[in-house]
């Protein structure tokens, strides 16, 4: 594990209490060798969820003066959710200052989405309460700023919405996702997914959860529509 104050430094960020980033970055999974009980990130975490979450609306909210309430939270969710999260998280390489236990990798948190959003919520969480609303607002709108001026109003709405609309409208009926297979331990699951419509396989999706893989189907089944 790298040292985290010399991440926060380059980062322009003097971390007073040390310890509570020492926090943000602990997954559950090292209570278990370490024989201690909630020292890790989920309360940290519970707070820069709400923080993220407020910032996110805000910039939104003065960047976009003519959207509507609805494609504000849509934008809104498309921008905290779990994908986009670890992706800021991979873009800093957060994966290098977690600690888990032995049975979890540095290899195994850079591929989980899960557990680097848990991660980055947490450090959001960790920053405001050691350096309060400024300083955290700045650093949230370094990350999401971009995604929130360059959105396509037209991908807001995600694929299995659009994909049900399409079809819906066509043929008046639904379409169906299949669990095909789960693979890997539990705190790394990959699901397969078909989407199907009167049996008939549209498309197949992958992800680190269902949702996540039901919408990597939704999305090339309204690809191959538009062949």
Do not use: C, W
Not at 130 to 136: N, S
């Amino acid at each position: 594990m790298k040292n985290i104050k010399e991440f926060f430094q380059k980062n322009g960020i003097n971390i007073k209490n040390e310890n509570l980033f020492l926090l943000a970055f602990t997954h559950p999974s090292y209570n278990a060798d370490a024989k201690t009980k909630h020292h890790d990130y989920e309360r940290l975490e519970y707070m820069g969820d709400a923080v993220l979450g407020f910032v996110t609306a805000d910039l939104i909210y003065k960047y976009h003066p003519h959207m509507d309430q609805g494609l504000m939270s849509k934008l809104r969710s498309n921008i905290v959710r779990s994908q986009s999260l670890a992706a800021y998280a991979r873009s800093v390489n957060f994966a290098d200052y977690v600690r888990t236990g032995n049975s979890i990798q540095t290899r195994q948190i850079n591929e989980s989405n899960k557990i680097l959003e848990d991660v980055f919520e947490a450090v959001i969480g960790a920053i405001y309460l050691d350096q309060g609303i400024d300083v955290t607002y700045q650093y949230i709108k370094a990350f999401v700023l971009d995604d929130i001026r360059k959105v396509n109003i037209d991908e807001l709405t995600d694929a299995k919405t659009r994909l049900q609309e399409e079809m819906q409208a066509e043929y008046q009926d639904r379409v169906v996702y299949e669990v095909t297979n789960i693979e890997g331990p539990a705190h790394d699951r990959v699901f397969y997914v078909n989407v199907t419509f009167n049996g008939v396989v549209l498309a197949s999706g992958k992800g680190k959860s269902k949702k996540e893989a039901e919408e990597e189907a939704a999305k090339k089944a309204l690809m191959k529509r538009r062949v």
